[in-house]
T-cell receptor
């Protein structure tokens, strides 16, 4: 089983719609969680951290479900500029091995259509 | 704005040639990572350093790849000899804090094509 799994998509969504995607992780001892956004031919950038209580930043909501070991990202009122690849990042702590325990998913490709 | 700086941005070379990529982390960041990204594999960790000491390079093909951090302002990734399968985007990233917190800042990447 892969450590961090995401549906690669692409998700084709009309502008203004709501879209959500999940990311599952295998290590129950994982300590922290993040969503990064990567635009085409650009570097990944932090979108938001995911807290146990969930968190919201404008049109974006991130949730954590520790029991089922997944995190989710919800985008409301999607804009054309939301088109990007969304990378799930899980920090498994020192037990997760290298890179300070940071493990990246392969990303979910989102296309917002006019 | 403080940012991670990578050179070269693009490199086209022939199989067998040496390639050196350089990274200047954000000042004050003590942890530096090298990642490789391809369509098939996504982001793969190659090596990382804390306070210039190498902590993990298990993701790096040892026979041809080497990573060093000669000083706090410079990290290098060298491929010798290069092969077509090394074609990818190589990202350097840095962060200030160890452990669970601390945002990872990426450079713009070095896009390598080996013919």
């Amino acid at each position: 089983r892969k450590e961090v799994e995401q549906d690669p998509g692409p998700f084709n969504v009309p502008e203004g719609a709501t879209v959500a995607f999940n990311c599952t992780y295998s290590n129950s001892a994982s300590q922290s969680f993040f969503w990064y956004r990567q635009d085409c031919r650009k570097e990944p950038k932090l979108l938001m951290s995911v807290y146990s209580s969930g968190n919201e930043d404008g049109r974006f909501t991130a949730q954590l479900n520790r029991a089922s070991q997944y995190i989710s990202l919800l985008i409301r009122d999607s804009k054309l500029s939301d088109s990007a690849t969304y990378l799930c990042v899980v920090n498994m702590g020192w037990e997760g091995g290298g890179a300070d325990g940071l493990t990246f998913g392969k990303g979910t490709h989102l296309i917002i259509q006019p | 704005d403080a940012r991670v700086t990578q050179t070269p941005r693009h490199k086209v070379t022939e199989m067998g040639q040496e390639v050196t990529m350089r990274c200047q982390p954000i000042l004050g960041h003590n942890t530096v990572f090298w990642y490789r990204q391809t369509m098939m594999q996504g982001l793969e960790l190659l090596a990382y350093f804390r306070n210039r000491a190498p902590l993990d390079d298990s993701g790096m093909p040892k026979d041809r790849f080497s990573a060093e951090m000669p000083d706090a302002t410079l990290a290098t990734l060298k491929i010798q000899p290069s092969e077509p399968r090394d074609s990818a985007v190589y990202f350097c990233a840095s962060r200030r804090l160890a452990g669970a917190t601390g945002e990872l800042f990426f450079g713009e990447g070095s896009r390598l094509t080996v013919l």
